[in-house]
T-cell receptor, first 113, second 113 residues
């Protein structure tokens, strides 16, 4: 257990529904990253925050995706109008801004039917 | 952007043998190279990392080497044990530019008792 928690661990939804995932980083970690991992592939970067500010977004993050970190602690990732191609594991990681090491949570596995 | 290639995609070894996994990267600005181990249903766990100002790093049975000129780095596991069986990912990032990790495609390591 790295100390990064994610909720829920599993989510099954129907196409077109909205879903929201939560990540609680290691306390005092000021950076928080979201990655997406499809079956048999390595994780792909989606976006990251330093404190409350969203500093980078991947082109993978379509306008149906939105992420927030309102108080610089936990973060949420929302997917609107889900599509079957959104089925994946969504991973959260956290770190100190001045240290390279990212600690990953257990992930949220999303299945869109 | 950065591109990381990882080989082999699967590796089967006998318990006690050594295992070597190789990665190449494309962006000469990358300066941080972590290796993660991922077990089924879990998030990636950091096992070792190396910075670009270091050529080799060792931690018990695990070692990583980096060749900046050739843009490749390798993971070496000696005296493999059945509990080493997992999927291993290499990654690269530019620490001073957000430290967003670009992962390789993964290597499934199977250690046969």
């Amino acid at each position: 257990d790295t100390g990064v928690s994610q909720d829920p661990r599993h989510k099954i939804t129907k196409r077109g529904q909205n879903v929201t995932f939560r990540c609680d980083p290691i306390s005092e970690h000021n950076r928080l990253y979201w990655y997406r991992q499809t079956l048999g592939q390595g994780p792909e970067f989606l976006t990251y925050f330093q404190n409350e500010a969203q500093l980078e977004k991947s082109r993978l993050l379509s306008d149906r995706f939105s992420a927030e970190r309102p108080k610089g602690s936990f973060s949420t990732l929302e997917i609107q109008r889900t599509e079957q191609g959104d089925s994946a594991m969504y991973l959260c990681a956290s770190s100190f801004a001045k240290q390279e090491t990212q600690y990953f949570g257990p992930g949220t596995r999303l299945l869109v039917l | 952007g950065e591109n990381v290639e990882q080989h082999p995609s699967t590796l089967s070894v006998q318990e006690g043998d050594s295992a070597v996994i190789k990665c190449t990267y494309s962006d000469s600005a990358s300066n941080y190279f972590p290796w993660y181990k991922q077990e089924l249903g879990k998030g990636p766990q950091l096992i070792i990392d190396i910075r670009s100002n270091v050529g080799e790093k060792k931690d018990q049975r695990i070692a990583v080497t980096l060749n900046k000129t050739a843009k490749h780095f390798s993971l070496h596991i000696t005296e493999t044990q059945p509990e080493d069986s997992a999927v291993y990912f290499c990654a690269a990032s530019h620490f001073n530019a957000g430290n967003m990790l670009t992962f390789g495609g993964g290597t499934r390591l199977m250690v046969k008792p």
